[in-house]
């Protein structure tokens, strides 16, 4: 399976500032994603992170408020913009291996608190 | 849309017995995939077993087994021989073979007890 790290594995933020998130994985992969799970809740799709162009979001989900990058195969990085205490939650990062669309697996998650 | 429903929020099993976490889906395709998750407190999402929609045989791997019933669009998870390491929030998890997205289900807690 892919191996998967994230960067930070916790921070704590002030309202109004931003936090960028880094999801390295250890072998190029077709397919990225980015996840939000609220405390005590499952996980909610934000978007796809597609290599070379933009990212493709869910209904809820903007840009604006949540900027992601895909420079290679290998690295994605998710902005959570303008924070706010309801942006409080775990952020993850998955990834399919290699070619293969049909799995995903999760890196170790970002653990946000917005004061 | 689909829908992966979970109706059982917490279970509890003594060490060494049996138990079946419950997960039932809606979808109107045929290409897709079914996955059990495992998040300890650690949060670590941990892939426990898949299964492919246009397979009939029930997917094993050691202690955990699923029984699929595509027609009752049912997606159950026994653990076997539960060991105290199995405490976790399991998820069950509907992939679509034809836009990739992942849904979740809302998930159950499972407390195994010594």
């Known amino acids: 399976s892919a191996v998967i790290s994230q960067k930070p594995s916790r921070d704590i933020c002030q309202r109004g500032t931003s936090l960028t998130i880094q999801c390295q994985v250890d072998s190029q992969v077709t397919m990225m994603f980015w996840y939000r799970q609220q405390p005590g809740q499952s996980l909610t799709l934000i978007a796809t992170?597609?290599?070379?162009?933009?990212?493709?979001?869910e209904s809820g989900f903007v840009i604006d408020k949540f900027p992601i990058s895909r420079p290679n195969l290998t690295f994605s990085t998710l902005t959570v913009s303008n924070m706010s205490p309801e942006d409080s939650s775990i952020y993850l990062c998955?990834?399919?291996?290699?070619?293969?669309?049909?799995?995903?697996?999760f890196g170790p998650g970002t653990r946000l608190t917005v004061l | 849309a689909q829908t992966v429903t979970q109706s059982q929020p917490e279970m509890s099993v003594q060490e060494a017995e049996t138990v079946t976490l419950s997960c039932t889906y809606d979808t109107s395709e045929n290409n897709y995939y079914l996955f059990w998750y495992k998040q300890p407190p650690s949060r670590q999402m941990i892939l426990v077993i898949r299964q492919e929609a246009y397979k009939q045989q029930n997917a094993t791997e050691n202690r955990f087994s699923v029984n699929f019933q595509k027609a009752a669009k049912s997606f159950s998870l026994k653990i076997s021989d539960s060991q105290l390491g199995d405490t976790a929030m399991y998820f069950c998890a509907f992939l679509s073979g034809a836009t990739n997205k992942l849904i979740f289900g809302t998930g159950t807690l499972l407390a195994v007890q010594p």
């Open positions: 992170a597609n290599q070379g162009s933009e990212a493709t979001y």
């Open positions: 998955s990834a399919g291996q290699g070619l293969s669309t049909d799995t995903q697996y």
